[in-house]
């Protein structure tokens, strides 16, 4: 168990906009930061970050809290694993008791999977730096590759013995389960026999972009035709390579500070461009590109530069890649290098200073490096010209942003030599096709529910009660501690006429302590059970802590109310992300008025509880005969309505 003066540490020192910001591009945004949403694809930001309050909020899924539930939502981290990563990225030592062996038989099975692979990593680790085969075959492959010890390090690469089960054997020793060997994917289960999937490979662990090991590639160091040459973990509950990047982990905070990524086809060419002092780069693993990978750069940068080695055969293939780039309305360059060449070699055998002259010297525009390469192919070939034409038109029309679309439009018939009006007339007929093929599909899908008749939606009815409780919420929280000057109207009978009348008087005290007395006084519950709970929370918070922090009471609360209470928070926040005051509207600051915003919130609850419970009188009189008694109830609080109301709009004036 971590202890809580180490959890109390990690809560005072961990700023939230840093820690995000190793996940996703921030941009100032006022007081606050913006970005796109980590959790859904969206292309407009609707992820903003409050530094003055220490909490996030993503407005596209509803998801929000502070640094340690994010870590949470993003990484999937248990709540210690989160104040873990936290204190080992502010350098705080954590105090700590080991667990029991009931405590690690209480994990969850995907957690199991976490802890396998971790301790797969670091033996592999062990097996090349300590034993005599792993010195002798796998560290000699990497120091062949010119790899130094501390990148080595960096990268925790290592060695799995070339024996059918020295892994697996050993892992089982140390109490782990076969079961979860078997479902990352290190061990391969046939009926009594037991095999080490990575026998005999220099072992390369893939990362999550908080530096958990999630599965690992294996190459081999043999000749054997008929085994792979690389092999990657299978596919499992915390392993979808569709959605990871090698290097990124390595990567992210460079990729953020240079806004560009270097997109690179293997694992070598990662390490060989850290080593030379390129940190800016990533790896697809040898697969193709997804959708899914591309935005995890998205977040980082809206630029990508793919890299190619010189080899012509796979980059017709390759550039399939660049159009999944466009969709996402990320900006593309591309840079080959000669014949022979590859990014592994060529920032091994140069030094920074020469491969960044090369990258920037040879890098193209997507469309430039497009034309090149298929009028090659074209070869003066009409056919074929006008075949390329057209392919790069669609690549073209892939861009969502219409101003790029025109001016590549441009550029392609200067460089194509055509007309830009055949061009642009090419572009609509492809986007009208694009369109009508969409409609297509959506009206298909549509025809499956036309069984069901369609009734009339109805207007969406807003809960005054739920609104105003949860106003309170947020009125405790963000003024609970201010002391104000109040204006109360006392209920009096009038000596001459008798009538009830309101009596002005002013008194100062607490936000807190004057929501308290009110509600105490009408005897006004909260009829939402978690602004309740809220509620209570926050008035014996406020009671007993004079110096109360919305910071500190986010995070002591549990993780579905702390993103409640983010979300009441966060609300005022989301203008920022449309830049209001661009366009001269300027919302109503409510620290001008605090006391006028806690009595209006009070008072309209008061006017909302009297209409509900004249409501339930009237229902009474339907099936009452002695009616009289319940009208002259129904008449006073309609009486008492009236007056609160007087009160409400002068409060409001």
């Not at 990567?251 to 990524?261: F, H, T, V």
Request: with cysteine; proline share 2%.
């Amino acid at each position: 168990m971590i202890s809580q003066n180490t959890i109390a540490q990690v809560f005072d020192t961990a700023r939230v906009e840093e820690v995000i910001g190793d996940f996703v591009q921030l941009k100032k945004a006022g007081s606050n930061f913006k970005g796109l949403s980590p959790f859904s694809d969206e292309r407009t930001p609707s992820f903003m970050v409050s530094p003055v309050k220490q909490i996030w909020k993503d407005f596209s899924t509803g998801k929000g809290g502070n640094a340690v539930t994010f870590l949470m939502e993003h990484e999937h981290f248990t709540y210690p694993e989160a104040i873990k990563y936290l204190a080992k990225k502010y350098n705080i030592e954590i105090e700590e008791t080991e667990q029991t062996d009931e405590q690690k038989a209480q994990a969850d099975a995907r957690e199991s999977l976490y802890l396998v692979s971790e301790y797969a990593n670091t033996y592999f680790q062990k097996t090349m730096l300590k034993t005599d085969k792993g010195q002798a075959i796998g560290l000699s492959y990497f120091n062949e590759r010119g790899f130094s010890e501390d990148t080595i390090k960096k990268f925790q690469l290592g060695y799995s013995l070339d024996e059918w089960q020295a892994f697996t054997d050993d892992a089982l020793g140390k109490g782990y389960k076969l079961e979860f060997l078997e479902q990352t994917g290190l061990t391969i289960v046939k009926e009594e026999k037991r095999f080490d999937r990575f026998k005999g490979r220099v072992m390369f662990p893939i990362h999550s972009m908080s530096g958990r090991v999630l599965g690992f590639g294996g190459r081999i160091l043999t000749n054997d035709k008929k085994a792979a040459k690389y092999l990657n973990s299978p596919e499992s509950e915390i392993y979808h390579k569709s959605k990871v990047l090698y290097g990124l982990y390595f990567a992210k905070q460079s990729i953020a500070k240079e806004d560009n990524c270097y997109l690179v086809e293997g694992y070598t060419d990662v390490i060989q461009f850290s080593q030379t002092g390129v940190q800016n780069v990533v790896s697809s693993s040898g697969t193709a590109l997804t959708s899914e990978q591309i935005r995890l750069i998205n977040r980082l940068t809206n630029n990508i530069t793919v890299l190619f080695d010189g080899d012509a055969a796979g980059l017709r293939a390759s550039i399939r890649g660049i159009d999944l780039i466009l969709e996402q309305g990320m900006n593309v360059r591309v840079c080959t290098f000669a014949d022979g060449e590859d990014p592994d070699s060529f920032a091994k055998n140069n030094s920074l200073e020469e491969l960044k002259d090369y990258l920037h010297t040879n890098s193209k525009d997507f469309i430039q490096f497009k034309a090149s390469l298929l009028v090659k192919e074209a070869n003066n070939d009409p056919i074929k010209k006008a075949e390329t034409i057209r392919e790069i038109v669609n690549s073209i029309a892939k861009i969502p942003d219409a101003i790029k679309r025109e001016v590549y439009v441009q550029e392609c018939a200067s460089i194509m030599d055509i007309s830009e009006s055949v061009l642009f007339s090419t572009l609509a007929q492809i986007s009208k096709k694009g369109a009508q093929e969409a409609n297509k599909q959506y009206k298909q899908q549509q025809k499956a529910f036309e069984v069901v008749k369609n009734e009339p939606s109805s207007k969406h009815k807003i809960d005054v009660q739920y609104e105003l409780e949860r106003k309170i919420i947020e009125i405790l929280m963000l003024y609970g501690d201010k002391t104000e000057q109040f204006e109360d109207l006392i209920l009096k009978e009038d000596e001459v006429s008798k009538d009830l009348i309101l009596e002005p008087t002013v008194h100062q005290a607490r936000v807190f302590e004057k929501i308290y007395l009110d509600l105490q006084e009408d005897e006004m519950m909260f009829s939402n059970e978690r602004f309740k709970t809220l509620y209570y929370s926050l008035i014996d918070k406020l009671n007993q802590d004079q110096n109360f922090s919305t910071k500190n009471f986010i995070n002591q609360l549990d993780q579905e109310s702390a993103s409640e209470v983010t979300s009441i928070l966060m609300e005022d926040e989301k203008y920022n992300l449309h830049d209001w005051e661009r366009n001269q509207i300027i919302p109503k600051e409510k620290e001008h008025s605090i006391s006028q915003l806690v009595s209006q919130t009070i008072l309209s609850l008061r006017c909302h509880l009297i209409d509900k419970k004249v409501a339930e009188y009237q229902n009474k009189t339907l099936n009452n005969t002695d009616t009289r008694n319940i009208m002259e109830d129904v008449k006073d609080y309609l009486g008492l309505k009236m007056l609160l109301s007087r009160k409400l709009g002068k409060v409001i004036s």
